[in-house]
Nanobody
């Protein structure tokens, strides 16, 4: 059974920083892309940042220049460094991983349980 376990959320003042981590555990053949999404109350879930196995990254327009995604393939872990946080960054942040359980299995998307990030003074 595959699990994605997130950590690092919390309350921070505007202009502050947080670092989210997400570790994948369980039995699987490979992890392809990993990423972070967020969902604020009353809004749809949106892409924050993604990273391929080879390290190619992409970001949502609202976080470009402030957030940095990275991954450690040896640890099956993805990170999100969030700087210059704004109140509008407040949301539940979800980790996502696109992986294969076996070499012959199709790629499938898995989600973490979510971690709350609140930016407020």
């Amino acid at each position: 059974q595959v699990q994605l376990v997130e950590s690092g959320g919390g309350l921070v003042q505007p202009g502050g920083s947080l670092r989210l981590s997400c570790a994948a555990s369980g039995s699987f053949f490979s992890i392809n892309s990993m990423g972070w999404y967020r969902q604020a109350p009353g809004k749809e879930r949106e892409l924050v940042a993604g990273v391929t196995r080879d390290g190619i990254t992409n970001y949502g327009d609202s976080v470009k220049g402030r957030f940095t995604i990275s991954r450690d393939n040896a640890k099956n872990t993805v990170y999100l460094q969030m700087n210059s946080l704004k109140p509008e960054d407040t949301a539940v942040y979800y980790c996502n991983a696109d992986l294969q359980l076996t070499i012959l299995a199709p790629r499938r998307s898995y989600w973490g349980q979510g971690t709350q990030v609140t930016v407020s003074s």
